[in-house]
């Protein structure tokens, strides 16, 4: 499998979460998104502004994995899946449907904490492995 850990099973990862942790270890190659690695620094913007040292080099950890690009087509396919969205009444997070975008074009899996992979995995074939 190859899979694309996202914001939610980053700062998972960054707990020690079992869970997350063993998903991701299933996985032969692990990818994020440019857009999960800004959620993950504002994070640790706001901890520092906070006067929290963070726990983890979050560079280092980028460092060390693929990391995806949004693409123009990307965006198309996202502003598709958005549109058909809203016409169903379902709203989530517009990021998700931005990196759920470069997890299809790549054929990628997502693991995740976040529910909203589920709702958008029913508007494109999209695997998701959503571990609670």
Known sequence: MRALIDTSAII???????KIISEIEKADEIFTSTLCAYEVYLGEAYSRLKGIRP??????????????????????????????????GEEVNVLDILIASSAYRLELTVVTKDRDFQTISHCMDLDVILSL
């Open 55 to 88: 726990k983890v080099n979050v560079t280092e950890f980028f460092d060390d994995i693929g990391i995806i690009d949004f693409t123009l087509d990307d965006a198309r396919k996202s502003s598709e899946i958005k549109a058909l969205l809203r016409t169903r």
């Open 12 to 18: 998972s990862l960054f707990r020690n979460d079992y």
